[in-house]
C-alpha cells in the first residue's frame, strides 16, 4: 500500500504548541516502527484567516478531502471574537465537518488510575471509567435552517433551528451501535423527547434501528439533562452514549472532567468509507485553543496525542500500535509526570509541554 498521507492543520492558541508533540511521535513512528507517513501541513481558523482573510481556504478543503486522515490542533481565540460570524476562525472548522460529512464524533472519556485523584469527582466515582460519546456533528441545530439574526417589529431575534432527518438519525446510530459491539455492549441515547419533536424522531429511529438490525445490544434511552446528572452521579453506568451535536458537545465537556482535565480527551470524527476503504476522518483534541495558557509551554499534548492513536486505530487498522502508544500515556502518568493542568494539590514541578513529549517518546522507546 502506498505511504498514507496526514495533513496537519495545527490552528490557533496551543494548537500548534500541542501539535509539535504530535508531529514528533509521527515521526518516531517511521523512524522506530517503519511506519512512514506522508505529512503536509495547512492552516486553520484564526492564522488562516489572517493570511486568506478566510478560516479555511478552498485549496486547505481540497486537501482534507483528499487525504487518508487530517490531525486539527484548535481554533480561535480572543482576537477573532468580533469577527463576523462568517469568518470566525470556528467555521473554518464546521466547514471542514461537514463538507467532509464527518457525522460521527467519537469522543471517549477513559480515567487513567493515576489521575483518578484529580478529577473533581471522588476517586471510586471515576476509576477505571471507560465511556465513549458518539455525538452527531453534521446536522441538528448547528447547521439547521433558519438561521440568523433578524429584525421582528422593533426588535431583533436570533434563529437557529434543530432539523434531523430519519437518515441522519440512522448513520449515527449504526455507528454507535456498531462500536458498542467492540466494547461493553451497551448504547444509551440521549435527546429531550418530552419537549422535542426532533428528539421524538430521534428516540423512534433510535429504537427502530436497533430492533432490526442490533437487537443482541443492550440498548437504554435518557432524557439528556437526565443523562448530564446521572454523568455525574455514577458515570460508569454508561459504555457508549449517542446523542445529538449540540447535546454531545455539552455532554462530552462534561465528560472530560471526570477524566481529570480537558487536556486528556481525544476525539475522532468519522464519514463514510472512501474508494480506499477508510473513513474520511478528522482527529482532534475535544480542548479548545486555551488562550490565557497560550504560548507559555503550559498546554497539555495529551489530547492530541492520543487523538493520533485514535487515527492509528480508525484510518490506519493499527490498533496494537495505537495501545502501544495509550500505554505510552499510561506509563508516564503512572510514573508522575505532569502538566500544570494535572498538578493536584500535593504540588510539585510541572513538565512542559515538550517535556510531557519527551517522557511519551522515551516510554515508547522502552516499549521495544
Ligand atoms: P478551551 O478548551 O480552549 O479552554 C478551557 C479551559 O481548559 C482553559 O482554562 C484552558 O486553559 C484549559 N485547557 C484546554 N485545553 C488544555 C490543554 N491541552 N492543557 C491544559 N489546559 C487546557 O475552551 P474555551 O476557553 O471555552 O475556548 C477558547 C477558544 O477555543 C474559543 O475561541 C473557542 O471557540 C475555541 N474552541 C475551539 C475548539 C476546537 O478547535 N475544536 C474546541 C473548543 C473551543
Ligand atoms: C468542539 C468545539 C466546537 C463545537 C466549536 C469550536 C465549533 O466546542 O469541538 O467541541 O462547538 O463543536
Ligand atoms: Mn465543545
Not at 495547512?42 to 487530517?70: F, I, N, R, S, W
Amino acid at each position: 500500500m502506498s505511504t498514507p498521507s496526514l495533513l496537519i492543520l495545527a490552528g490557533d492558541g496551543i494548537g500548534p504548541e500541542v501539535m509539535a508533540e504530535v508531529t514528533r511521535i509521527i515521526d518516531w513512528y517511521g523512524k522506530k516502527r517503519d511506519m512512514p507517513f506522508d505529512v503536509s501541513e495547512d492552516l486553520v481558523g484564526g492564522c488562516a484567516y489572517d493570511k486568506h482573510g478566510t478560516p479555511l481556504h478552498d485549496d486547505t478543503m481540497a486537501k482534507a478531502q483528499e487525504v487518508d486522515a487530517v490531525l486539527l490542533g484548535a481554533v480561535g481565540g480572543p482576537k477573532y471574537d468580533d469577527l463576523d460570524f462568517s469568518v470566525k476562525p470556528e467555521r473554518g472548522l464546521l466547514r471542514l465537518r461537514k463538507e467532509m460529512d464527518l457525522f460521527a464524533n467519537l469522543r471517549p472519556a477513559q480515567c487513567f488510575d493515576a489521575l483518578a485523584d484529580f478529577s473533581s469527582l471522588k476517586r471510586d466515582i471515576v476509576a477505571g471509567l471507560d465511556i465513549m460519546i458518539v455525538r452527531e456533528l453534521t446536522s441538528g441545530i448547528y447547521f439547521g435552517e433558519p438561521r440568523g439574526i433578524f429584525t421582528e417589529g422593533n426588535e431583533r431575534v436570533g434563529v437557529n433551528t434543530q432539523r434531523y432527518t430519519e437518515s441522519e438519525i440512522d448513520r449515527v446510530a449504526r455507528a454507535a451501535f456498531e462500536l458498542a459491539r467492540r466494547r461493553g455492549n451497551k448504547v444509551c441515547s440521549m435527546e429531550k423527547a418530552n419537549v422535542m419533536e426532533s428528539g421524538v424522531l430521534w428516540r423512534e429511529v433510535v429504537t427502530k434501528v436497533h430492533a432490526e438490525s442490533y437487537p443482541d445490544v443492550q440498548l437504554s434511552h435518557m432524557y439528556a439533562d437526565a443523562g448530564a446528572m446521572q454523568l455525574c452521579r455514577n458515570p460508569k453506568q454508561f459504555d457508549v452514549i449517542v446523542t445529538d451535536n449540540l447535546f454531545g458537545d455539552l455532554l462530552s465537556d462534561a465528560a472530560a472532567m471526570l477524566t481529570g482535565s480537558l487536556g486528556m480527551l481525544p476525539s475522532a470524527s468519522l464519514g463514510a468509507p472512501m474508494a480506499n476503504g477508510r473513513p474520511k476522518a478528522l482527529y482532534e483534541p475535544v480542548h479548545g485553543s486555551a488562550p490565557d495558557i497560550a504560548g507559555q509551554g503550559k498546554a497539555n499534548p495529551i489530547a492530541c496525542i492520543l487523538s493520533f492513536a485514535m487515527a492509528l486505530r480508525y484510518s490506519f487498522d493499527q490498533g496494537a500500535e495505537a495501545d502501544r502508544l495509550e500505554r505510552a500515556v499510561e506509563k508516564v502518568l503512572a510514573d508522575g509526570a505532569r502538566t500544570p493542568d494535572l498538578m493536584g494539590p500535593e504540588g510539585g514541578t510541572p513538565l512542559t509541554t515538550a517535556q510531557m513529549g519527551d517522557a511519551i517518546l522515551a516510554a515508547l522507546d522502552a516499549s521495544l
